[in-house]
């Protein structure tokens, strides 16, 4: 099977691999697994066999972006929420129908200690639109019901949770956003079993030689409790490496969602400095991109798990 290596010239093993549709993530990290960057074989879930290779300098050209975004330091990690699963989806445009301000993600990944980039590591990012749904759990986010084992979706009111989840809902403690811990997976929050068939701003990308991935995407909305943010999930030889999120300057998130389609989503109780998630070293470093915003960031991860 012939698959397109080009995609805006930032092809990566994982754009290869939308090519074809319907790859499943886990198959994507047992073949990223197998690490060395050498040529890897994975399969589809149609049964094809596909050959790909890793990325070669195709992102080389954002390499010069991450010069304010450089960092050695330990990325923060959260839990991951009560929306994150496995969305089936390995691609970089990642908008669907959702309706937004355009926002393009350069994400890098390293290692904490040796400050050197991570290739073939898989990064998942996921967020809620506009309105402040997540795919996948559309009602359950909009607080219209639909929580596993028949527990309520949300608050009163039209508003996702932003407290724990209740019996019977996906996770542990942390609520929408979840909270600390160690770098790693995400904590005592289990994946969410999905609600609905929808899968927009959800999906995968695996890094090149140089550690970067790109993502394009919308500006997200909010929901009650919560600040603006990127869901960020790290894949490090098959395993949950990083769970963290990204921020945005308020300053840009007030200009944005003065816009439509988010003005249509009134009531905003929480920003920056009020949210129990937010942390200086999760903002993106953001600059304009034609008529969206570009945003930069450094992903430190501990691959060896020894904290540093």
Known sequence: MDIDHDEGRRVSRRTALAGLGSIGLGALLAACGRGGGSTTTATATDGA??????????TADLAGL???????????????GPYYFDADKVRSDIREDREGSRLRLAIRVQDSESCKALPDAVVEIWHCDAAGHYSGAEALSAGGGGAPGGAPGGAPGGTPPSGPPPSGAPGGAGGAGGGGGAQGGGGSQADLVPQDDERYLRGAQVTGRNGIVSFTTIWPGWYSGRT?????????????TLTTQLMMDEKLNSAVLAKQPYAAHTGRDTFNDGDSIYRADMLLKITEDGDGHLGVITLAVDPDKNGR
């Not at 066999?49 to 195709?58: L, M």
């Not at 603006?228 to 949950?240: I, L, P, S, T």
């Open 49 to 58: 066999s596909v050959t790909v290779s890793p990325q070669a300098t195709g």
């Open 66 to 80: 991450f010069a304010g975004a450089n960092t050695c330091t330990l990325s923060p990690s959260t839990t991951q």
């Open 228 to 240: 603006v943010h990127v869901h960020a999930m790290v894949h490090v030889n098959d395993e949950r």
